[in-house]
């Protein structure tokens, strides 16, 4: 059951125009969701996150939309830049206090491809 | 720089051969992470820990083992590997995970194993 989905393999993208990622998710437990970015033969790095209590969140280019009442979470990325081809993975946090962990779970991934 | 150090960066195993990867961090996070990534399927949880002492296991545990004898490392061991271990492993941190969002999972650049 996959819990955190990112429909779109891929996405390619005019430089200089805006990217738009989503991400769909099922569990009403999540209470922070975040955006990991890609490079190959590298580990995911954080680029922005968003608590389940807002329905945005901006940082420089990047902003996350949530719409809680869809289960929906969207990246924009204005505007899109060479430097920001890569794979970005959503995932979604769930805190379990009674144990004192959080467990991530990711969406498979969207490949973004920036066209100069 | 501070961070997360995998290695081997990527190996070739025999099924039935034992393997164990390394991961070691410097940032002094209470929180470890093991997670694998395949293709179509995004990264899966395998085994984590919260703090020097104490493991527990992921999504997707069989056949895989973690200790955690100190802070900074926190090592997978493979027992025998079989074909369908074959996949990229990343070794993550965090700080003590809170109700917060203190501080994402920062991650390792991964290692890439081919079992045959």
């Known amino acids: 059951d996959q819990q955190v989905k990112q429909n779109s393999p891929s996405l390619s993208v005019q430089e200089g125009r805006i990217s738009i990622l989503n991400c769909d998710y099922t569990?009403?437990?999540?209470?922070?969701f975040l955006w990991y970015k890609k490079y190959p033969a590298e580990g995911p790095t954080f680029l922005i996150s968003i608590s389940s209590i807002k329905d945005k969140n901006e940082d420089g280019r990047f902003t996350v939309f949530l719409n809680k009442s869809a289960k929906h979470l969207s990246l924009h990325i204005v505007p899109s830049q060479p430097g920001d081809s890569a794979v970005y993975f959503c995932?979604?946090?769930?805190?379990?206090?009674?144990?004192?962990?959080?467990?991530?779970?990711f969406g498979t991934g969207t490949r973004l491809t920036i066209i100069p | 720089t501070a961070g997360i150090t995998q290695a081997p960066t990527s190996q070739i195993l025999a099924a039935g051969r034992s393997m164990t990867l390394r991961c070691t961090q410097d940032?002094?996070?209470?929180?470890m992470y093991w997670y694998r990534q395949d293709l179509g399927l995004g990264l899966r949880l395998i085994h984590y820990?919260?703090?020097?002492?104490?493991?527990g296991k992921g999504e997707v545990p069989d056949g895989y083992s973690v200790s955690r004898a100190n802070t900074d490392d926190f090592p997978l061991t493979l027992a025998s590997a079989v074909p369908s271990q074959t996949s990229v492993y990343f070794c993550a941190s965090s700080e003590h995970p809170g109700q917060g969002l203190n501080q994402p999972q920062h991650f390792g650049d991964g290692t890439r194993l081919s079992i045959l």
């Open positions: 995932a979604a946090r769930r805190f379990i206090s009674n144990f004192g962990n959080e467990k991530l779970t």
């Open positions: 940032m002094r996070h209470n929180a």
């Open positions: 820990s919260n703090t020097a002492g104490t493991t």
């Open positions: 569990n009403s437990m999540f209470d922070y």
